[in-house]
């Protein structure tokens, strides 16, 4: 083979390898990049997988939400029906314990009366016996002097007339007192089952709160991110001024009703408790408070800073139990998360009237009540208005 054969040979040779080197390199790019791309695409899929799975998340969480609050909802209900239903079997009984106190006394007397009144009897008996003469009949047919038969008639005739007002008087009082004692009877009776009737109340109020907490806890399992807090508040808020706007649409101000402007530092706090959230410090994120919370007792009576007119007397999302009162000229007062409402819409409160008691409504954690004044649907800082 001559020298030029062989290196053509031998550069044929160079050339196939470098081919397959190339070729090998071509095909390990290749599937690089196909490994890259279905890596790529994977991790796509299972980003939106994630996205998928977090949105159902979300969806699942906001409709149990959603049916948490339904019931919270009818919890607070449940318990304002039986706390009002608590108030009035107490003041049942100790209204009938009063007027058991006073038939006691009734009692007492008319049987000392009655005492009295067969010891005056029995004087009588023993004055018409001791005169000797028994027989009426034989005295008429006496032949004594007439004159003393006279005298002896008359008296005989006073006594006799003593003696049935004496028995009138006394069978008035045995009925009179009959009556006390069967009246006394029936408001022990009575007593009885006002007694039974707030145990069962109680036990009845105790399971029901029981109920709302479990229900609290439930709802707070159910964690929000502070965006999602913060459209739930934004929405609550907004729910509420819409809510007071559609009112004093309604509303009729009387004339009498003449505003709080010439009321500062002049009324008295709704509640007496520590104040927990300030008006305009920060509630979460850009939004702030538009009245006060004031921690207090639950079932501690709220009542009204000056008279007015109920405008809303219900159950209002985010703010639970609501009374909302219309003081004229433009002016309302807001008493939230109450336990019970004592009036109603187109009631007239009188100021320091008791309009509710304090609780927890709205699914608050802690006792206490929110406070707001409104001037033309505007909140406004309450703390000027008071002493």
Request: aromatic fraction near 6%; proline fraction near 2%; charged fraction near 25%.
């Amino acid at each position: 083979m001559s020298i030029t054969v062989k290196k053509l040979f031998l550069f044929a040779s160079i050339c196939s390898f470098s081919c397959m080197l190339m070729s090998v390199s071509f095909a390990q790019q290749s599937s690089d990049h196909d490994n890259t791309k279905k890596k790529t695409n994977q991790a796509l899929s299972n980003v939106k997988q994630q996205i998928s799975q977090q949105q159902k998340s979300i969806k699942q969480t906001s409709s149990k939400r959603s049916q948490l609050e339904k019931q919270l909802k009818s919890d607070d209900i449940s318990i304002a029906k039986i706390a009002k239903a608590m108030i009035t079997t107490q003041n049942a009984y100790q209204d009938t314990q009063k007027t058991l106190k006073k038939l006691a006394k009734e009692k007492v007397t008319l049987s000392n009366k009655k005492l009295q009144q067969e010891k005056v009897l029995a004087q009588q008996l023993r004055a018409a016996y001791s005169s000797g003469h028994h027989d009426y009949i034989k005295l008429l047919l006496n032949q004594e002097n007439p004159a003393s038969v006279q005298r002896t008639v008359t008296y005989y005739k006073y006594l006799n007339d003593a003696r049935i007002k004496e028995i009138d008087q006394f069978q008035i009082v045995l009925s009179d007192l009959l009556a006390v004692t069967t009246q006394h009877q029936e408001q022990a009776k009575k007593l009885t089952v006002l007694t039974l009737q707030q145990t069962e109340q109680k036990l009845t109020f105790e399971h029901t709160k029981k109920e709302r907490k479990n229900t609290i806890r439930a709802l707070n399992k159910e964690l929000l991110s502070s965006k999602q807090l913060l459209a739930k508040l934004v929405a609550e808020e907004d729910n509420l001024v819409a809510a007071l706007q559609r009112i004093a649409a309604l509303s009729r101000q009387s004339t009498e009703l003449v505003g709080l402007k010439k009321l500062k530092r002049k009324l008295s706090w709704p509640v007496k408790g520590k104040v927990s959230h300030r008006f305009g410090s920060r509630k979460q994120g850009f939004l702030k408070w538009k009245g006060i919370l004031l921690a207090a007792p639950v079932g501690k009576q709220v009542k009204a800073v000056h008279n007015g007119t109920v405008l809303f007397s219900d159950w209002l999302k985010g703010y639970g139990l609501v009374t909302v009162l219309d003081h004229g000229a433009g002016y309302m007062s807001l008493y939230g998360h109450n336990q019970a409402l004592l009036k109603s819409v187109g009631d007239r409160v009188e100021t320091g009237e008791p309009i509710a008691l304090v609780g927890q409504s709205g699914g608050q954690s802690k006792a206490g009540l929110y406070f707001e004044i409104r001037r033309d649907g505007q909140a406004v800082n309450p703390k000027p208005w008071f002493k």
